[in-house]
């Protein structure tokens, strides 16, 4: 499995961005959970957002509940992390990942097995 995201940049403070992770490298992706992580300079990496890809049940962090929505295209074996009212501590690298085999939530990055690259978002005040 390939993972691409893409999207990032610099915006100000109030401004949306959307980020997109196209996957690959199966027919089909049904049995996964597809997530957004993000990590900040000198922080731990953080869940943002996951999605089933089968029936598109959705949790997010409570950081971006309201502001951020997850959603996914199976036609296009992608998956997008809408970002509205953007703020400065939402400055990270976002990185999209995915997996199979899961514990009570999605919450733990170990639990995904494949990742993209990271997308750089920049918000400034």
């Known amino acids: 499995v390939q993972l691409q995201a893409s999207g990032g940049g610099l915006v100000q403070a109030g401004d949306s961005l959307r980020l997109s992770c196209a996957a690959s490298?199966?027919?089909?992706?049904?049995?996964?959970?597809m997530g957004w992580f993000r990590q900040a300079p000198g922080k731990e990496r953080e869940f943002v957002a996951a999605i089933t890809y089968n029936l598109g049940t959705t949790s997010h962090a409570d950081s971006v509940k309201g502001r951020f929505t997850i959603s996914r295209d199976r036609a296009k074996n992608t998956v997008y992390l809408q970002m509205n009212s953007l703020k400065p501590e939402d400055t990270a690298v976002y990185f999209c990942?995915?997996?199979?085999?899961?514990?009570?939530?999605?919450?733990?990055?170990?639990?995904?097995?494949?990742w993209g690259q990271g997308t750089q978002v920049t918000v400034s005040s």
């Open positions: 490298g199966r027919s089909a992706f049904s049995n996964y959970v």
């Open positions: 990942a995915t997996g199979t085999r899961f514990g009570s939530n999605w919450y733990n990055e170990n639990d995904y097995k494949h």
